[in-house]
């Protein structure tokens, strides 16, 4: 049993009692540690049997797999951690060069439906080479603007290093009233109705109880992580919402629509 999960620190309130050993995985589980891309990649290739995925990449895929209930990343407002940083006002992007991360597909859809549709822009995207550029490789690529994503967006705020930044989560907000999905939990199809899928499935939301309980603790655990303050730390940890409502299925089921992705939003 391999269970994905993302190394940032937002996959801290559902995998902290798993870390610590509070909570089990059933036996024989092992955690997996990538970026959202290559989770991605490899649950739809049969290589994980659990994991966390790209809301969008759920969707491209939704034949083969199905949604974990009641299990999500999404924020109603501000996310903090996808956010577009720019040299100059986002009006002023038409034509020019922003820098893309090829980490998170549901970040970059939104950005690219904000860009068309809100800002009325046409920029050039660019996708960086690396997988998870650092800061200072991102930095030094030619950009008038950049979108990143996690644990280098929360450092990236802090440094104010760019003039202006446009929260993701936020400006999805203000267009629709509604909140952003913008990850879930899937399982193989196949595999979703064995006992063992169902273990996992209760051991990560037993593990989001107890981690739901504790951000305090968590936080001062991301604040050493990262070096965000642990203010900051807690502040994003508990504006995120790890629940998959009827709320959240409206929402996502309406992003797809708007990007043109198949809509599959079927919950085990």
Same mark, same amino acid.
């Given at each position: 049993?391999?269970?994905?999960?993302?190394?940032?620190?937002?996959?801290?309130?559902?995998?902290?009692?798993?870390?610590?050993?509070?909570?089990?995985?059933?036996?024989?589980?092992?955690?997996?540690?990538?970026?959202?891309?290559?989770?991605?990649? #490899?649950?739809? /290739? !049969?290589?994980?049997?659990?994991?966390?995925?790209?809301?969008? &990449?759920?969707? *491209?895929?939704? %034949?083969?797999?199905?949604?974990?209930?009641?299990?999500?990343?999404?924020?109603?407002?501000?996310?903090?951690?996808?956010?577009?940083?720019?040299?100059?006002?986002?009006?002023?992007?038409?034509?020019?060069?922003?820098?893309?991360?090829?980490?998170?597909?549901?970040?970059?859809?939104?950005?690219?439906?904000?860009?068309?549709?809100?800002?009325?822009?046409?920029?050039?995207?660019?996708?960086?080479?690396?997988?998870?550029?650092?800061?200072?490789?991102?930095?030094?690529?030619?950009?008038?603007?950049?979108?990143?994503?996690?644990?280098?967006?929360?450092? #990236?705020?802090? /440094? !104010?290093?760019?003039?202006?930044?446009?929260?993701?989560?936020? &400006?999805?907000? *203000?267009?629709? %009233?509604?909140?952003?999905?913008?990850?879930?939990?899937?399982?193989?199809?196949?595999?979703?109705?064995?006992?063992?899928?169902?273990?996992?499935?209760?051991?990560?939301?037993?593990?989001?109880?107890?981690?739901?309980?504790?951000?305090?603790?968590?936080?001062?655990?991301?604040?050493?992580?990262?070096?965000?303050?642990?203010?900051?730390?807690?502040?994003?940890?508990?504006?995120?919402?790890?629940?998959?409502?009827?709320?959240?299925?409206?929402?996502?089921?309406?992003?797809?629509?708007?990007?043109?992705?198949?809509?599959?939003?079927?919950?085990?």
């Amino acid at each position: 049993m391999r269970i994905g999960r993302i190394g940032y620190i937002n996959c801290a309130p559902v995998y902290g009692a798993i870390d610590r050993g509070v909570v089990a995985l059933p036996p024989g589980g092992e955690l997996v540690t990538g970026t959202p891309s290559e989770l991605n990649d #490899l649950l739809v /290739a !049969g290589e994980l049997d659990v994991s966390v995925i790209s809301a969008i &990449e759920y969707a *491209r895929h939704g %034949r083969d797999l199905v949604l974990l209930s009641d299990l999500a990343i999404s924020c109603d407002g501000p996310v903090r951690s996808v956010a577009l940083f720019s040299k100059r006002a986002v009006e002023r992007l038409g034509g020019s060069t922003v820098l893309l991360s090829a980490s998170s597909r549901t970040s970059v859809a939104l950005l690219e439906l904000l860009c068309r549709e809100v800002w009325k822009i046409l920029p050039k995207f660019a996708e960086a080479r690396a997988e998870a550029p650092d800061l200072e490789t991102l930095a030094a690529l030619p950009h008038e603007a950049v979108l990143v994503i996690g644990d280098a967006a929360l450092q #990236l705020a802090a /440094a !104010g290093t760019y003039p202006h930044r446009y929260d993701l989560g936020e &400006e999805w907000k *203000r267009w629709t %009233r509604q909140p952003f999905v913008f990850a879930v939990w899937a399982a193989r199809r196949s595999a979703a109705a064995s006992a063992s899928i169902h273990s996992a499935h209760t051991a990560l939301l037993d593990s989001r109880t107890w981690g739901l309980a504790h951000l305090d603790e968590l936080a001062a655990e991301a604040s050493r992580k990262t070096g965000v303050p642990i203010a900051a730390c807690r502040e994003y940890l508990g504006g995120l919402d790890y629940a998959f409502s009827d709320q959240h299925r409206t929402a996502l089921t309406d992003f797809l629509r708007r990007v043109g992705s198949p809509q599959f939003v079927q919950v085990a």
